[in-house]
């Protein structure tokens, strides 16, 4: 069998073989499998001929096919562009009759637009039209009825009221237009016609007034209804509403004489400012309660009887403000005055805090307006209202929430307009900081009375006393216990007055708690303030309030304790130990300047930043505040580090002259230190104690540097004024080392290099004539020019024997070469500026000042 008839056996080369998915490679093995079984079955070398003959057949049956393929392709390809022919045919026809419809459709809708547009003008005239004949009729009416009035005949009129609620409805509205129509004729006769129609619409009104309220105690709503409907037609419904909110039971049964107070434990506390003000009153809760519950219930029924319920429940509300609250609000009020201005305040704070409560309930019982005329009926009644009804100012449409917040203010403004408010609350806090400071008062004025030149001369005599008890001879000594034995001069000052009650020392102590106090009492204040006061004047009530807290606390409270403590310093004895405890002032000063800081910077501040003007002036005087009472505290400092200074400085001019340069060698070394030694380290003592209970931080660092470097300067010039020998050496190197542990105690690391040169210069009169000229150069002592320790050395008992020596060999000669120690330190002061590290701010080698800022609290700047 030839290939190619082989291969006419096989559908893989027919059409059907290459529709759908098609691959190139199952098509070449289908095509040269079996020709491959038969190569491999063969064992001899591979033949190609049979596969370039299979390969050359299919190649041939395929060209066929693709011939066969492409002539029906041709022959489809004919048939749809006949048949897309004949489809864009049908598809232009099909257009054409579509537009034609459109067309006639475009027609008929411009034919009925036209036919629209002539309707409407038609409808405009014939509404026109209307309206004019109904004016003209009702110009007709009432020209009729006016000519009826004119002649004294109501016949219709009487007969229409009698005709049932339409009747009645007609009535009304004919009546309230006659009665503008005759306000504005001007004929013959009109004022007689005038007064019938006026005195007929009082007759008409009472008569609906009457029905009303025979209704009104019947409990019948829909004639009620019938009623308020019928007077707003008249005449706005004012008359009707009047008497529907004067005959209700709460206003009649509240008509009564002021409650007297039954919340007895309330009125006993309210006075006292250390209490928590009250937020409740048992008579203001009961008659509150008692509101909400009566406008829940006429709530439903104004809905139900009133066609303008929301100018209705204005009424009632603004009813309620003015007579029931008010009255019960100035009830509570007076009683409060009568009592304080704090409990007058704390009162008018109650009311407004349950005030507030209350209108926000209120504001959820907001009625729509439910009248039932038509918008002609509604324009012609507003139009015959202006300026004819006294209904006419209550607006249906304004909101009821925007009337409580208007009754709300008013019912406050008598008490906070103005000054008014803020004269009270500044009386008020005036009042009771002065309450709780009298005795603190009373107690400085009297030391400000004692701190006189006489004072000073009996507090001289008296330290006089002490020293004649302690064993002095002197003639003062002796004349003063004359003094005071015989009564010639008395410590106590008989002068004050017996019955006076006594002054206690407690009364006058600066006291934390106390400031805490004032502090409470202005938050609460201020509180108020923010309440009470509109929002554009709290930062204006703010700072008033602050300068009357700085008044209290910086003037009448931290000064006067400052001034009182100074007072009693410049008067007291510098030959008697200094009182230390002032220290506990600056302790206090200090707590009470970080609150006073952090109050106002917390509190107040934010108050006012709104208004950057008044933020800028309570920023400066606060600050100027606070620079006073830090002057002060320093000024206090400065005077207790004086006085300390001046008894250390007495206390050394007791040293003897031979206490360095004893005869008595058992005596010398039986001996601890000298007496001046002991008595200036036990006040050493007592100071580093008092200032570690009273001072801290850098407060505490600089006191004590301060007393350190002054009794250092004092022991340079002490240690020249006395001889010292062998055994006076050992006596004054204990002074130094007890001086020297004593300093150590403080705690602070700038004092040890300037008390262990004292030690080594103290050590210069132990030393060895052979070895001084080396000890002096070497340690801190080889930093000071060798004259200047020449004053020291000369004190040494031997020094006459090895002067000559000394001065040749150690003082070097200005114009020999080097510069020698005298160019770098030309004085013993120059060394200790060497030691400029050791200093803190404010320290100096004399009786230093005290910075104007110490240190913590009072180096701040606030308000930044």
Known sequence: MSPQQ???????????????????????????EKLIAESKADN????????????????????????DVQAKTEQMEKSVRVAEREYSKKMVELNKGFEAVSDSFSGMESRMNDVSSTAIRIGDQLETVHIERQRAQAAYDLIDFYNQFSKGDTTRLDALRKDGKTGRRQVAVILRRLNTVAKEVDLPNSEKTREAIEKYCEKFEKEMLNLFDRCYRKGDPKM??????????????????????????????????????VDNVLWKLIPDPNTTPPKTEIGLTELFAEIRTTVDTEAQIVKAVFPNPPVVMQVFLQRVFAQSIQQHMEHLLHKGSEISDLAYLRVLQLVHFQASALVEDLKAHELPHTSSRTPYEATEFRRSLTGAAPAAGLSASAAISTMLETAMEELFVPYTEGQRYMERET????????NLLVNFARYHKAQKGKASMFDRMVNQISAATAATANGGNTTSAQAAAALMRFGVITS???????????IREEDGTLSVDVAEKMLKWHAEAIGRCVELSP??????????????????????????????????????????EPNLQPLSIVKAVDLICHLWQQYVSIALLPLASSSVTIRRDMVVFNNQTVNRMEMGANTLLQRITEAIINWLSGQLTKQKRNDFKPRNDDLSFARVNTEPCILCCESLEKVRDAAKQNLSGKNLEVFLTEIGVAFHSLLLDHLRKFPVNATGGLMLAKDLKSYQDTISTFGIPALHERYELLRQLGNVFLVRPEILKSYITENYLGRIDPSLLKPYLSLRSDWGQFEKGFDSEAVPDETSSGHGF??????????????????????SMGIPAIPSSITGTFSKSFGN
């Open 822 to 843: 005298k160019d770098r330190f030309g004085r013993l002061s120059v060394m200790m500026k060497e030691l400029e590290s050791l200093k803190m701010d404010g320290i």
């Open 427 to 434: 009386k008020s806090l005036a009042t009771i900081y002065s």
């Open 6 to 32: 082989d291969f006419e056996q096989h559908d893989y080369l027919e059409v059907s073989a290459f529709k759908g998915k098609f691959d190139v490679t199952d098509f070449i093995g289908s095509v040269s």
């Open 492 to 502: 106590d000052r008989n002068t004050d007055k017996l019955n006076e009650e006594p």
């Open 224 to 261: 009620m209804h019938h009623c308020a409907q019928t007077l707003l037609e008249f005449n706005g419904g004012a008359s009707c509403i009047q008497v529907y909110v004067n005959q209700h039971d709460f206003f009649i049964n509240n008509v009564r004489e002021a409650p007297t107070p």
């Open 535 to 576: 929002p554009n004047d709290v930062p204006k009530n703010t700072s008033t309030l602050l300068r009357v807290l700085a008044e209290a606390i910086g003037t009448s409270y931290v000064d006067a304790a400052i001034e009182t403590a100074l007072a009693r310093i410049d008067v007291n004895d510098t030959k008697s």
């Open 44 to 67: 001899g070398p591979f033949d190609p001929k049979p596969f370039i003959r299979s390969f050359e057949a299919a190649v041939d049956k395929l060209i066929a096919v693709r011939k």
